[in-house]
């Protein structure tokens, strides 16, 4: 079946550090891949999605990269801020499913 | 002018009752979806509307029954509380069914029952 698997947390880094969250899939399709962020106390945003191989998403900094021949979609920000303190959730959509699956989440904290 | 919208936030109820959420969203899309996350912050799909036709239905208990009265809102109705159902519940909506197609989620409800 199709899964995510993502590097647990949480990832503690300081402010201007260098970001990456790992993700990886398996999927019996050809899937669109995700990565949204919740803040705390919030619900989920989309930050950034790859519908095909070799596609890059990227908003307010960060990227993602759909690699097909490793099964990857890694997160990654040159760097962070206080504000980029969330959970971030990895997330796939097969071809013909409606629904998303989801990576477990990593929680990231950034410190001053 | 909110997207995907939920009511109520917050939710503490006694095991055995009977509670409804409700979701809508102004965005016209054609899917809609419950989800729940667990204390863990684990995601889950539980159900998939679409045009008001129930089209995922993942192995959640006959308890949990959604109803969407018309395309924009997709309501949630819990018979019989556990201490087991206390979660966040998410509801969000897409576009379509296609895979490429995002899912826009509202803010949560966090359902305590004690």
């Known amino acids: 079946g199709n899964s995510v698997t993502q590097m647990e947390g949480p990832v503690t880094l300081s402010e201007e550090a260098f970001l990456t969250i790992n993700c990886t899939y398996t999927?019996?399709?050809?899937?669109?891949l995700f990565w949204y962020v919740q803040y705390p106390g919030e619900g989920l945003q989309l930050l950034l999605k790859?519908?095909?191989?070799?596609d890059k998403g990227s908003n307010k900094g960060f990227e993602a990269t759909y690699r097909k021949e490793t099964t990857s979609f890694h997160l990654e920000k040159g760097s962070v801020q206080v504000s980029d303190s969330a959970v971030y959730f990895c997330?796939?959509?097969?071809?013909?499913?409606?629904?998303?699956?989801f990576g477990t989440g990593t929680r990231l904290l950034v410190s001053p | 002018d909110t997207a995907v919208s939920q009511t109520p936030k917050y939710l503490v109820t006694q095991m055995g009752n009977d509670k409804s959420i409700k979701c809508e969203q102004n965005?016209?899309?054609?899917?809609m979806y419950w989800y729940k996350q667990d204390s863990k912050k684990f995601l889950k799909i539980m159900f998939s509307?679409?045009?008001?036709?129930?089209?995922i239905n993942e192995t959640v208990p006959n308890r949990f029954s959604p109803k969407s009265p018309d395309k924009a809102h997709l309501n949630l109705h819990i018979n019989s509380l556990e201490l087991g159902d206390s979660a966040v519940y998410f509801c969000?909506?897409?576009?379509?069914?296609?895979?490429?197609?995002?899912?826009?989620f509202g803010p949560g409800t966090r359902l305590t029952v004690l």
């Open positions: 969000a909506s897409s576009r379509g069914e296609t895979g490429s197609d995002t899912q826009y």
């Open positions: 999927a019996t399709g050809y899937p669109s």
């Open positions: 790859a519908t095909k191989a070799d």
């Open positions: 997330a796939l959509r097969d071809t013909g499913f409606q629904k998303l699956v």
């Open positions: 965005l016209g899309h054609d899917t």
């Open positions: 509307y679409n045009n008001k036709e129930l089209i």
